[in-house]
Every structure is written in structure tokens, then in C-alpha cells.
């Protein structure tokens, strides 16, 4: 099976749902605008990263594979700490360097080792594994920033109020792994598939995928929570303070 080209007369087909389900929104009083929204800006913005990755990879050019890719990681680490945003400028740094290392370690050694990219700034491979693994990182950090301060309010311990959080952060990728092949085909392997790559190579490369999302996001979030510790005990001292005069 050949790739198709979709026409634009045939993309706009794939609205027809789209537009039913933003009538059942206005018919039933719910939030129809900030739906619809969201549904031209996704339009908008993969438009631009349509034109713009067919410039960079066209370029392949090493200063700009770097410039996307710490654009990747300050913008992850910003959109991250969206749950605490009282704590957010306090906090960069440290959402910073934890997906900075759990993400560029893991995209380090899916390209260079599992796939053994030649060169090593490929632009075509990078920076799409990097969208996945920064992205997944950004989330499990949000999670568990989400869930940290929750515990801590509550005046728990760190240590405790720590477990929960990477517990937390790591449920929906845990989910996924055992979903995935039995409740779904991911995006990957379903787009390979549909590009005529034998089920079972995309099988392998969807393999790789899981395996770096669920490493790259536990990476970044056990850094975070270890870098952190000193912050938020210092935001939360009175809090845990409280607590445990009235446990005594």
C-alpha cells in the first residue's frame, strides 16, 4: 500500500465530526467557543509546523537542530509547571535540568544507539522522537508537580508526599503500556502501518517509542522531585510544621 497524498478537499471531510460534536456543545449550553478555539488554533499550528519542518529538515543543519530543540525543552519545562503557577519562575530551573537530562539522555540513546542515526543531527528522526520524549516528560512533571503540592498542603511529609507524586505522574503511561496493541494502535505504528511498513517493523518501532516515553518520563520526574525537595519544604515549612504539633 502506497502513502496518500490527502487532498485538502478530503482533510476537510475529517471536520464533519468535528462540527457535529461542536453543535452538541452550543445545543446543550456547554463551552462551544473555547472548543472550537481549540480547534482552529490545532489547525493553525500544525499548518506552521507543516511549513516549518519541511524548511528545517530541507536545511539540515546542526545550529538548527539545536535551536529547535532548546526551544523544545524551555517551552516544556515552562507549559510543565502550569498547576503551580505561584511557584512557576522559582521552579523553572529545576523542571529545566530534569527534562533536560531524563529527556536528551533517552534521546541520546534511542538515536544513536537503537536506530544508530547517521548523522547524528538528522532532523528527520531527531526532532520528531524529540516532540514525544519532551512532551511526555513535560507531562509526567506536571503531574507530579501537581500532585507534590496538593500532599504538601495537606502538611505531609516530603518523602511521603514524593511517592505519591511519581506514583501519580506515572499512571497514565503505565496505562498505556498495557494498552497499547490490545485496546489501541498508537499514532506511530498506525501511521506506518497505513505508510505500507510491515506490521511487524512498525511493531519493533513502536516498541522503542514505549520505551522511551516510559523512561524518559520517569527520569525527568524522579530528578524533579530530588531537586525540588529544598523548595517546596521551604514553601510548605509551616504547613508541616502545623501538622506535626498537632500529631504531638
Keep these: 500500500m502506497d502513502l496518500q497524498v490527502i487532498s485538502l478537499y478530503n482533510l476537510s471531510l475529517a471536520f464533519i465530526p468535528v462540527a457535529i460534536t461542536l453543535f452538541i456543545l452550543y445545543r446543550w449550553s456547554l463551552d462551544a467557543a473555547n ?12 499548518l506552521l509546523i507543516g511549513y516549518m519542518l519541511a524548511y528545517i529538515f530541507a ?16 517551552a516544556s519545562s515552562w507549559i510543565a509547571l502550569g498547576p503551580v503557577r505561584k511557584q512557576r519562575k522559582r521552579l523553572f530551573k529545576h523542571a529545566f535540568v530534569s527534562i533536560l537530562i531524563g529527556g536528551a539522555t533517552v534521546l541520546a540513546l534511542m538515536t544513536q544507539g537503537v536506530l544508530a542515526i547517521e548523522p547524528w543531527y538528522q532532523a528527520q528522526a531527531t526532532i520528531p522522537l524529540a516532540g514525544m520524549i519532551f512532551a511526555n516528560s513535560m507531562n509526567s512533571v506536571s503531574l507530579a508537580a501537581e500532585r507534590l503540592t496538593a500532599e504538601m ?3 505531609g511529609s516530603y518523602d511521603d508526599a514524593r511517592v505519591t507524586a511519581l506514583q501519580s505522574s506515572l499512571i497514565p503511561v503505565i496505562n498505556s503500556l498495557f494498552a497499547v496493541g490490545l485496546v489501541s494502535l498508537p499514532g506511530m505504528m498506525t501511521g506506518q502501518i497505513l505508510s ?32 525540588t525537595r529544598t523548595a517546596f519544604c521551604e514553601i510548605y515549612r509551616d504547613r508541616i510544621e502545623q501538622k506535626s504539633d498537632q500529631e504531638n
Design 59 to 74: 536545511a539540515d543543519n546542526t545550529a538548527i537542530i539545536f535551536i529547535v530543540l532548546s526551544v523544545m525543552i524551555v
Design 35 to 46: 472548543a472550537l478555539y481549540a480547534v482552529v488554533r490545532m489547525l493553525v499550528q500544525l
Design 153 to 155: 498542603k495537606r502538611g
Design 196 to 227: 505500507g511498513v510491515s506490521p511487524l517493523v512498525a511493531a519493533r518501532y513502536q516498541i522503542m517509542v514505549m520505551c522511551m516515553i516510559f523512561g524518559s518520563a520517569g527520569i525527568s520526574t524522579a530528578v524533579f522531585l530530588t531537586l
